[in-house]
């Protein structure tokens, strides 16, 4: 989506298709923030991830894994989902209004 000099932002539609080589990259995933998501930006630790909130999700779920992001030192936030479609990284990347994000 975006290449400067000092590197990246990726888009993938999940985390899920985000691979080792993203490791010095920003991914953009159309995909929700929750913890079931995030065991592959741990296996990669990412430069940053941004992620779907997940329309606010059934008691946060679609941010809660945000934080697990802290111990790999991976700056990631989430976007609201009435503003950038689910599933539609571009949208993330394009409209996307930050909802949450960990420390």
């Known amino acids: 989506m975006l ?18 080589h993203n490791h010095n990259d920003v991914i953009c995933a159309g ?13 990669i630790a990412p430069r940053g991830a941004l992620f779907s909130d997940g329309g606010g999700a059934r008691d ?7 934080p697990l992001l802290d111990a790999a030192d991976v700056p990631a936030a989430a976007v609201d989902a009435t503003r950038a479609r689910i599933g539609d990284p571009a949208s993330t990347w394009r409209d996307g209004v930050v909802s949450a994000m960990n420390d």
């Open 3 to 20: 290449e400067t000099p000092t590197g990246r932002v990726v888009l993938v539609d999940s985390m899920l298709f985000a691979a080792a």
């Open 31 to 43: 995909s929700h923030g929750g913890r079931v998501n995030m065991a592959r930006a741990l296996e």
């Open 60 to 66: 946060g779920s679609g941010v809660n894994g945000l």
